[in-house]
């Protein structure tokens, strides 16, 4: 049998001056000196019928060791369990050639990884006669690729690290400067109390003055230390969010009896379904709408009306809150809802630029979405919450 | 100490600003208070103290804006100015704005008042 596909080499000399390369010779030479690949023949049952040197090296094998063996001794078990090696001779039969990238087995047992690709040799009637089997050891190469991969990985890793570093660190810096004034207060009060008693200048009317001037700034205080907690809790996923059948529209109409209790209530007008059922948090989504409605009550001159609506939109729940405040520029759209990204307007008034941001994270883990826009004659804010699954109530 | 010195406070907490007024006029200054830049200007035209407590951040106008046009309108030129602020970089703003003094949130009584009673005393000198 030939050991190449094509018409059997001529007998004459073809290389002039080098007498050994006659005729087949020339290409058996070639194929045995090749050390880098392991080229070699198998009969259509899979056994191996030629080996050259280059196969010796990546497979272990010496040709009077693997001649008349099956080919499927080069497979890991797995593989040669559920038939494998057959499927592949398939293959290359079916569609004349085939390759493979995978694990392979050595004689000592180790494993490499191989590309491989097996040609069907065919009669003039198509049926194979033998294959011709070329294998690559990529062992180096793949590990060479492999740790590249590792490094960018670790490269984006550390990247990442380092970024969350930067926005920690700039939280913290903020955090800190708002927390000092309150404190700054809360310390001269205290100060300014005992110094008077010292200097016989207390009274009833001091005393009372002083503590309730520092009840302001704890208080102060501990609205700022849990939007942090919250920031910090929700970034962390560690909130656990309860999602229970919630009626969005007694959220917010226990919201806004809040806002009247505080005799803020005659500038917010609300329009509704009676009821609005959609999964969700209660707690959270009353933190939601108190921020919305908190933000808009912040950022417009009092007197000027602030609207609530509510209502559905193929199925979402879809809520807006309208002031006629400050409004917003299309800088400020784009980063009002990042941790401390308060518009560039409203660098003075007072909180930590937290709300909206603690709003967002909410409203995303109920699957929904939160917006803000300029309303459209200019005079003010439109802020929109669209949360999935409504069921409106007729009730 | 000089009694009677006026002092200008301008802070936009509330609580801070009431706070400093009471203890500046224990110890016998006359004081007047302003919740930020633009409102304090509206004082230096009828009023000229020898001190200016000032927070930088501050709605409506801050203390840098609150500089420009005190220099522009020379509004009490003389007046010595300490900087009450939770900023970094204290020394760097006051140089900034040309204040006298600064001091960093939060700070105690007599850190305060040893600050303004110093300036008083430079102004008169």
Known sequence: ?395 | MITDARVLVVEDDDTLRETLAEVLLDEGYDVRVAGHGREALGVLTTWVPEVIVLDLMMPEMDAFEFRRHQRDHELAPEARVMILSAARDLEGAAENIRADAWLAKPFNLTEMLDAVDRLVGDSAA
């Open chain 1, 1 to 395: 049998m030939s050991a190449t596909a094509q018409d059997p080499a001529p007998e004459q000399d073809e290389f002039p001056g080098v007498p050994q390369l006659r005729g087949e010779v020339a290409f058996r030479l070639l194929v045995d000196a090749v050390q880098d690949y392991a080229i070699f023949l198998l009969d259509p049952q899979g056994h191996v019928l030629t080996w050259n040197r280059g196969a010796e090296r990546i497979k272990g094998y010496s040709a009077d060791e693997i001649i008349g063996q099956h080919f499927s001794v080069f497979y890991v078990p797995e593989e040669r369990e559920a038939g494998r090696p057959m499927r592949l001779l398939g293959l290359a039969a079916e569609h004349g050639r085939y390759e493979d990238e995978g694990w392979r087995v050595r004689r000592d047992g180790t494993r490499f990884w191989a590309d491989v690709i097996l040609t069907a040799l065919r009669d003039d009637d198509g049926t194979p006669y033998a294959y011709a089997k070329i294998t690559r050891d990529l062992t180096e190469r793949r590990a060479a690729e492999e740790q590249q991969r590792a490094l960018l990985i670790e490269q984006r890793a550390r990247t990442a690290a380092e970024e969350a570093l930067l926005a920690r660190d700039r939280f913290l810096s903020i955090a800190a400067h708002e927390l000092k004034t309150p404190v700054a207060s809360l310390q001269l009060s205290a100060e300014s109390l005992v110094r008077a008693r010292d200097a016989d200048r207390m009274d009833d009317e001091r005393l009372s003055t002083g503590l309730q001037r520092m009840t302001k700034a704890a208080e102060r205080l501990g609205d700022l230390v849990r939007e942090l907690l919250d920031v910090s809790r929700l970034s962390a996923e560690r909130a656990p969010l309860v999602l229970k059948p919630t009626d969005l529209a007694a959220v917010i109409r226990d919201v806004l009896a809040r806002f009247e209790e505080q005799g803020e209530m005659h500038r917010i007008r609300f329009a509704g379904p009676v009821a609005l059922w959609i999964p969700g948090d209660v707690a959270r989504l009353d933190q939601v709408v108190t921020n919305l409605v908190d933000n808009a009550m912040k950022y417009s001159p009092d007197e000027t009306p602030i609207e609530v609506e509510l209502g559905t939109r193929d199925g979402t729940a879809v809520l807006e809150v309208r002031d006629r405040g400050i409004g917003l520029d299309e800088a400020t759209v784009g980063r009002i809802f990042e941790p401390f990204g308060r518009a560039e307007n409203a660098e003075h008034i007072q909180g930590m630029g937290l709300g909206l941001y603690i709003s967002q994270q909410i409203v995303s883990r109920h699957g929904g979405t939160i917006s803000a826009d300029p309303r459209p004659d200019g005079a003010g804010a439109v802020f929109r919450v669209t949360l999935p699954g409504a069921e409106e109530s007729a009730e």
